[in-house]
Structure formats: C-alpha cells, structure tokens
C-alpha cells in the first residue's frame, strides 16, 4: 500500500531547530511535486514549502529564510528543515505528494498523517 510517512515532529524552544522527514512507501514507480503543510486549530491547511521532480522550490512568506525543503530521490523521501523556529510555527505538520503507484496509470494526490510541532519554552 503506498503512503507517506512522516516523522521528526515534537517540542522545541524558540529559536530552535527540527527536521521532519516524509518517506513515501510501497510500489512507486515516480514521485512529482511533493510539499508540506500546516494546521493549527480553526484555520485551514496552508503551504510552507513545496518542491518539484527538478529541485525547484517555494516557500510561505512567513518561513523564507527558515525553512528549508529538500528531497531525496533515492530514498523516496522529501525533509523540511526548521530553523529559528517561533511559537506561531506551532501546527500539525503534513507531508503531500503526487505518486505514480505501480499499476496506476496516472499520478495520485497522497497525504500524511501528519506530525505535531510546538514551538514553547
């Protein structure tokens, strides 16, 4: 079964650090564009980060200069790297992709089950 897996969430003090990978399992033939959201209570998903089969990536206004995503094809797996982290970071964070499963002749949309950030001293 194919899913996306995300790990690295927990509590931090601000101004700290936190890398949360995403690991896509199961019969995949392809990952496209793969990215991370967040949500805190009584607000929608919102996109932090995302990052295309090339490299090219982009960035919520609010983490430019923090937060930085990354992939590795080989592993299957994209990370977001958390840096300077705030209290206003605080969110359940979730990994998205667009898998091509084996069998499957088109790409599909996946979500994590996604892994809580608290940003607190």
């Known amino acids: 079964q194919v899913q996306l897996v995300e790990s690295g969430g927990g509590l931090v003090q601000p101004g700290g650090s936190l890398r949360l990978p995403c690991a896509a399992s199961?019969?995949?033939?392809?990952?496209?564009?793969m990215g991370w959201y967040r949500q805190t209570p009584g607000k929608g998903r919102e996109l932090v980060a995302a990052i295309t089969s090339g490299g090219r990536t982009n960035y919520a206004d609010s983490v430019k200069g923090r937060f930085t995503i990354s992939r590795d094809n080989a592993k299957n797996t994209v990370y977001l790297q958390m840096n300077s982290l705030k209290p206003e970071d605080t969110a359940v964070y979730y990994c998205n992709g667009d898998l091509l499963p084996a069998g499957v002749s088109h790409y599909v949309n996946y979500w994590g089950q996604g892994t809580q950030v608290t940003v607190s001293s």
């Open positions: 199961g019969s995949i033939f392809s990952i496209n564009a």
